[in-house]
């Protein structure tokens, strides 16, 4: 399994841009599909962004859509998300996140989770 480690969150006034990066360890990183979820105060996890194993899949939450673009590297073992055009509601943890079926079994680890606040 890979471990996950985010960086990049911060406090940004609402209409500005944050990169977040997801780094991992291990070398089967290239065969995970890999996304990025979210958490507010009071709110469950929810699922903003993945791309599949080489890149060639991107799936958003509509609300993000235009807004946010992932992007991997599969020789660097990371996962970006770029957040563009940011609003007060996405102010939440954000969780970097990888999955990966061997057979029937499923592989998948978290990441401890960037705070991203978006101040009005």
């Known amino acids: 399994q890979v471990q996950l480690v985010e960086s990049g969150g911060g406090l940004v006034q609402a209409g500005a841009s944050l990169r977040l990066s997801c780094a991992a360890s291990g070398r089967t990183f290239n065969a995970y599909s890999v996304g990025w979820f979210r958490q507010a105060p009071g709110n469950e996890r929810e699922f903003v962004a993945a791309?599949?194993?080489?890149?060639?899949?991107?799936y958003f939450l509509d609300s993000v859509k235009g807004r946010f673009t992932i992007s991997r590297d599969n020789a660097k073992n990371t996962v970006d998300l770029q957040m563009d055009s940011l609003k007060p509601e996405d102010t939440a943890v954000y969780y970097c996140?990888?999955?990966?079926?061997?057979?029937?079994?499923?592989?998948?680890?978290w990441g401890q989770g960037t705070q991203v606040t978006v101040s009005s």
């Open positions: 996140y990888a999955n990966h079926m061997v057979g029937s079994t499923l592989l998948d680890s």
């Open positions: 791309v599949g194993w080489n890149g060639s899949r991107r």
